[in-house]
């Protein structure tokens, strides 16, 4: 079996997809994307198809490395999330060649079933709380927030009490034993990430997630001395020397790699044996659609450090098209009692509408985060 051609897509309402054709027929999807930067990551992805067309597309293991180690440069959200793409769909292609899903091939699940969590609100964190209870009302024992709007370095009270208002107003809503992970998301520094830390210790939070930059590693363990919950990080690390450096400094509980950023089923799975090592938690970054949540899905039955699952369905990003539009058989992601099932299908487990996939890709999009600026003028962290 030969790869023949990689074909990317541009699909609304910010995600790309990757498919891998071969010269038996069979074909493999991925989902290869950087939030913001989807044409790039599509030049990527086209690049590193010179290395590809004419392989075999089975020797998953060693094409990674063709494509890691064969640049001189190396490692990045762009060239990682190009291989993490190229990388699913060839697992795809070789769990369908094989008739098994993806987990069969390595080692057999661990579980049948993980538990997820639902994003509320917005960009900025208002009316959650009403977000909050109907997602309850749709099964979800756990939710997750964005703390807070910009932050500067040191700022105001006020605006730790709008967090904290926030944060009361959907523990009233849910009670004390639904799950609330609350998402600093990188805007907050470590002056204010001390004072927010002080001041949630009543909420019986689920986790903190980003409380300051992946770029300001050094800080974890201060933060971790002071933290009423336990710390999670990772969606903005691309490989298992990134994680490296996060599990040797401590203080990180939760690791958080997305397997369309940090290189795909093959690298995501390294990360996560090594968090298991130091008794981390994993709990997979996933925003985005169908084919990336399917490789979650996959890594999850086969980690035994895995808890919980970050998914989109009905995220405020999906106005345009939401997670379940683009594969054939909805019912594939079971949703149940705050669950969704493990696919067992072969590959992926999911079966994608192509021809839905290249009718949207003509629209396409060019999404980009939003811009925020502090009240001097000066660009904040979004």
């Given at each position: 079996?030969k790869?023949?051609?990689l ?8 995600w790309l ?7 038996e ?13 989807a044409?790039t990551?599509?030049?990527?992805v086209?690049?590193l198809g010179?290395?590809l067309v004419g392989?075999?597309?089975?020797h998953?293991e060693?094409?990674?490395s063709?494509?890691?180690?064969g640049g ?8 990682m999330?190009a291989?993490a793409g190229?990388?699913?769909a060839?697992?795809d292609?070789k769990g369908?060649d094989?008739?098994q899903p993806?987990?069969a091939?390595l080692?057999?699940?661990v ?6 969590y639902?994003w ?5 964190p ?16 756990a939710?997750?927030?964005?703390a807070t709007?910009?932050?500067q370095?040191?700022d105001?009270?006020?605006?730790v009490?709008r967090?904290?208002?926030?944060v009361q107003?959907?523990r009233d809503?849910?009670g004390p ?7 600093f998301?990188?805007?907050?520094h ?5 004072v927010l830390m002080r001041?949630l210790?009543?909420?019986?939070l689920?986790?903190?997630?980003e409380?300051?930059?992946s770029?300001?590693l050094e800080a974890?363990?201060?933060l971790?001395?002071?933290a009423?919950?336990?710390?999670a ?5 691309y490989?298992r020397y990134?994680?490296?450096r996060v599990?040797a400094i401590?203080?990180v509980d939760?690791i958080q790699?997305?397997?369309?950023h940090?290189g795909?089923i093959t690298e995501t799975?390294?990360i996560?044996?090594m968090?298991?090592a130091y008794?981390?938690?994993?709990a997979l970054h996933c ?5 990336a949540l399917a ?10 450090n895995?808890f919980?699952?970050e998914?989109?369905l009905?995220?405020h ?10 594969i ?6 079971a ?7 493990i ?6 487990g999911i079966s994608?509408?192509?021809e839905?996939?290249a009718?949207r890709a003509k ?5 980009r985060?939003?811009i925020?600026?502090h009240a001097?003028?000066?660009?904040a962290e979004?």
């Amino acid at each position: 079996m030969k790869i023949t051609s990689l074909t990317t897509y541009l699909v609304p309402p910010r995600w790309l997809f990757v498919r891998i054709d071969t010269d038996e027929g069979l074909s493999g999807w991925g989902e290869p994307v950087v939030e913001g930067r989807a044409h790039t990551v599509a030049a990527a992805v086209d690049e590193l198809g010179d290395y590809l067309v004419g392989k075999d597309p089975r020797h998953v293991e060693d094409l990674w490395s063709l494509m890691y180690r064969g640049g001189f440069y190396r490692g990045g959200p762009v060239l990682m999330s190009a291989i993490a793409g190229i990388d699913q769909a060839l697992w795809d292609i070789k769990g369908k060649d094989l008739g098994q899903p993806i987990h069969a091939l390595l080692g057999g699940p661990v579980r049948s079933r993980i538990r997820v969590y639902s994003w509320i609100g917005g960009d900025r964190p208002s009316d959650t709380a009403k977000a909050a209870v109907d997602a309850v009302a749709r099964g979800f024992t756990a939710v997750k927030m964005n703390a807070t709007e910009e932050l500067q370095f040191v700022d105001t009270y006020d605006k730790v009490e709008r967090v904290l208002e926030n944060v009361q107003a959907v523990r009233d809503a849910v009670g004390p034993n639904i799950g609330l992970g609350l998402d600093f998301h990188g805007r907050v520094h470590k002056p204010m990430a001390k004072v927010l830390m002080r001041e949630l210790a009543p909420f019986k939070l689920m986790f903190i997630e980003e409380p300051v930059l992946s770029d300001h590693l050094e800080a974890i363990p201060e933060l971790a001395a002071i933290a009423p919950a336990p710390i999670a990080l990772g969606e903005r690390l691309y490989s298992r020397y990134d994680f490296k450096r996060v599990l040797a400094i401590g203080g990180v509980d939760i690791i958080q790699p997305d397997p369309s950023h940090a290189g795909g089923i093959t690298e995501t799975r390294k990360i996560a044996a090594m968090a298991e090592a130091y008794d981390v938690a994993l709990a997979l970054h996933c925003p985005l659609g169908p084919i990336a949540l399917a490789a979650n899905l996959q890594l999850d039955g086969v980690c035994h450090n895995a808890f919980i699952q970050e998914q989109s369905l009905g995220i405020h990003y999906n106005a345009s098209n939401d997670l379940l539009d683009y594969i054939s058989d909805r019912s594939v992601f079971a949703y149940d009692d705050g669950f969704v099932t493990i696919p067992n299908g072969p590959g992926l487990g999911i079966s994608v509408n192509e021809e839905y996939v290249a009718e949207r890709a003509k629209v396409g999009h060019r999404w980009r985060n939003p811009i925020w600026r502090h009240a001097d003028g000066s660009v904040a962290e979004w």
